[in-house]
């Protein structure tokens, strides 16, 4: 029987309709996790078969056993080698379009060097990872955010089953789930097979619309917010901009959330944001510039590695002011000095860091000032949305003098 892995809050709509409804269906067990901080001890324990989570802690949880393998030079050199031995073989299963079957041993079409380099990288590096999941995942998903497509890649390439979904409270829950038959780096299926659900374009402004009979007929006791939700022909208006190609479908970002510059230009803070999924200096990074001449980002660091930086390198900063908390049985710094937030060489490291996304984008999506935050933005301040994506609204209310300030 499949082992399901459960994090998500019980009320939480995909929780409840592919987690809990889908076990009693086919008589599947469920394992549910204590907390978000102790993750990693509870997919031991539970060994899955069967994990959904948030984009961000698939992000969280690759990021973290990479900076654990490529804790020495000799670790990051064989964590590159492998990664770039996954990647070779992607492409090598790769059609015309970009398509992968999944379901296909990796190794099948390739000559007999890369696949020993394949098979050593797997016994090297990508078993560490499978472990880390409990070592016995064969279904993986995820949802509730855009999931990057260099970590998509990444975990592609190592063959880990991790297939991306995108769906609503009004849809119950999934619209759409790529099948592991048929994956695209970035994209998504265009609705859940043997659906009668149907996917379209807005023609004015490229808005996902959707229809079929698991979708809302109204919101409850509210007919204006139905009236606004609704076509004149039936469709649901999602909120989500997305693209549709060769019968894929890709999720820009939230309508609500594009920004627009007093220029005219329209900017993705979601594009933007993916840019520092893989980054060794940022933790959280807000994108703001709506109705401004130029975009400005909040940005949290990532502490526990800054620290070690400034101890290797000798510069001092005021250790008392440090607050740390538990995460997966490992003490993580969550707030820091003013000192050490203001340090000129962490300015001048999260500086280079930023200038390195700023040549990968347009210049008017370049961001032209930060703000460096001395905490982190956690769920207990109401920062955080249940599947862990930053509230804007609650941080930029709460940080309003730093805001005001990039944009004096």
Not at 19 to 28: F, P, V
Request: one cysteine or more; hydrophobic letters at 40%; proline letters at 3%.
């Amino acid at each position: 029987k499949d082992v399901v892995f459960s994090i998500l809050p019980l009320s939480h709509n995909w929780n409840r309709v592919d987690n809990h409804s889908a076990c009693i269906s086919y008589g599947g067990m469920i394992g549910y996790a204590q907390s978000p901080r102790t993750i990693l001890q509870d997919l031991q324990e539970i060994q899955p078969t069967f994990v959904m989570l948030v984009a961000r802690l698939w992000s969280r949880i690759w990021n973290g056993v990479a900076a654990q393998i490529c804790s020495t030079p000799e670790g990051k050199e064989k964590y590159e080698w492998a990664i770039n031995i996954g990647h070779k073989v992607l492409e090598t299963r790769m059609d015309e379009n970009g398509v992968i079957d999944l379901t296909v041993d990796p190794t099948t079409y390739l000559d007999t060097a890369l696949k020993n380099e394949f098979l050593e990288a797997d016994k090297q590096v990508y078993q560490i990872f499978r472990n880390i999941f409990g070592g016995r995942v064969n279904k993986a998903y995820s949802g509730g955010a855009i999931l990057p497509a260099d970590l998509q890649k990444n975990y592609w390439g190592m063959n880990f089953p991790l297939l991306d979904g995108w769906g609503l409270t009004e849809s119950t829950s999934g619209c759409c789930m790529v099948q592991a038959r048929c994956v695209r780096i970035g994209w998504q299926a265009p609705m859940m097979a043997g659906s009668n659900m149907a996917v379209k374009l807005s023609p004015e402004d490229n808005e996902i619309l959707i229809k079929g009979d698991s979708i809302i007929s109204s919101y409850y006791n509210n007919p204006e917010e139905t009236s606004l939700s609704f076509t004149e022909d039936g469709w649901f208006k999602t909120g989500d901009i997305g693209e549709i190609e060769h019968d894929f479908l890709r999720i820009v970002d939230r309508k609500k959330a594009i920004i627009v510059l007093d220029t005219g230009k329209n900017i993705s803070p979601a594009y933007l944001e993916l840019k520092f999924t893989n980054s060794e200096l940022i933790e959280q990074i807000l994108i703001l510039g709506d109705k401004q001449k130029y975009i400005a980002a909040l940005v949290v660091p990532k502490y526990d590695h800054i620290i070690k930086i400034f101890k290797e390198k000798g510069i001092g900063f005021d250790e008392s002011a440090l607050i740390f908390t538990e995460v997966n049985g490992i003490n993580t710094c969550i707030e820091v000095g003013s000192d050490l937030a203001n340090h000129p060489v962490l300015l001048e490291m999260i500086e280079a860091e930023i200038e390195t996304v700023n040549k990968q984008v347009s210049n008017f999506e370049a961001i032209r000032r930060f703000k460096i935050i001395y905490r982190k933005f956690t769920e207990d301040r109401d920062e955080l949305t249940q599947t862990l994506k930053i509230k804007n609204r609650i941080v930029e209310k709460h940080f309003e003098k730093e805001v005001a300030s990039l944009f004096d």
